[in-house]
């Protein structure tokens, strides 16, 4: 089967695994794991930020970072397909007792003028808002990426009232390598920043929340409060810095297979319109036949993908995915 339901499903190279076997292990909830202390140093030295935590999960980093940033009664802005909305199981009402304030973004980007008319009134009646979220790449908008000008200018709606600004960096090295931009001029732009490593940079489990030295120390105790600590991680975190090693440049390998594919569906029966190819993930729209019933189809041909709404279905490519591997799926979608 070629998998295309999501570029967490790639599994651990040689490369990897050999470099997981001979990592260097130690207690991390008491700060002595070699192997995970390494991975942190080297991710806060690449952003230009003071400090790093190792977690299980990009959804883990994400909750705590909305945690350090909010209390119970705060509101948060982000686009209404945000993954922290749509795919965290209601974490920020459960875990920080927040409110959320969704904004309709173009392909999951939201605009520095839509922050500022979204914050609230200094009003009993309302909530404070305090954190802006945002996603880049963006899972529901095809793998957008924002534009970095926009970026400052929301930081900039950010410090005039005194507000958060959190990236959910699931792919940014995706955006890094499509746009040509640097893990520099992130790390100088938010206030935190999660970077996963089970997805593009093809990690078995993995991600890391970046912020200043207090952020971080207040990060670490809710990680513990959410049973997040973890022990000799160091296995896991040595996975994380092949990847940085091995695996960013050759997400370019991913984005021209996702062109690939998505230049085949242009002239596919059963697609009324795909949306803008950006980096590694394709969402098409459906006519004729509900997406659902199109995966089941796919499947049957030796593909497997998801339907993300009723009349949508998404590919994700990855490093699992070979040139012959997408040669295939466009032979194969072809007669459908």
């Known amino acids: 089967m070629i998998d295309l339901r999501s570029d967490t499903v790639t599994r651990p190279s040689p490369g990897m695994l050999q470099a997981m076997m001979q990592a260097t292990t130690g207690d991390d909830v008491f700060g002595e794991d070699p192997a995970v202390n390494e991975l942190e140093a080297r991710c806060a030295a690449l952003f230009r930020m003071e400090a790093a935590i190792f977690c299980a999960s990009g959804t883990q980093t994400n909750q705590i970072a909305i945690k350090c940033h909010t209390q119970p009664g705060d509101e948060v802005i982000c686009d209404a397909d945000a993954h922290i909305y749509q795919y965290e199981a209601g974490g920020i009402a459960f875990n920080s007792g927040a409110s959320v304030r969704l904004l309709p973004g173009n392909y999951g980007r939201i605009t520095a003028a839509q922050v500022a008319a979204a914050i609230n009134p200094d009003d009993v ?30 930081r900039e709606v950010c410090n005039t009232h005194g507000m958060g600004f959190h990236l959910d960096g699931a792919r940014l090295f995706n955006a890094l390598i499509a ?19 089970s997805k593009g940079l093809g990690c078995p489990v993995g991600s890391v929340l970046l912020g200043n030295k207090a952020f971080i120390a207040k990060a670490r105790r809710f990680r513990k409060v959410l049973g997040g600590g973890m022990r000799q991680a160091g296995i896991l975190a040595a996975a994380g810095t092949y990847a940085l090693e091995h695996h960013i440049t050759r997400l370019q390998t991913d984005h021209t297979h996702a062109a690939a594919i998505a230049g085949a569906l242009q002239h596919s029966p059963f697609v009324e319109n795909i949306l803008p190819v ?13 997406a659902s019933d199109l995966v089941a189809k796919l499947r049957l041909q030796g593909i497997l993908c998801n339907a993300v709404a009723p009349n949508r279905v998404r590919f994700v490519l990855h490093l699992d995915i070979t040139e012959q591997m997408v040669r295939q799926v466009i032979e194969k979608i072809r007669p459908i």
């Open 125 to 154: 009646h309302k909530s404070p808002s305090k954190l802006v979220c945002i996603e880049n790449t963006s899972n529901r908008g095809g793998g957008s990426c924002y534009d970095f000008e926009e970026l400052k200018k929301i």
């Open 179 to 197: 746009r040509g931009e640097t893990t520099e001029q992130y790390g100088t732009l938010f206030d935190s920043i999660s970077i996963c490593f």
């Open 278 to 290: 950006a980096t590694n993930i394709i969402i098409f729209e459906t006519v004729g036949i509900t």
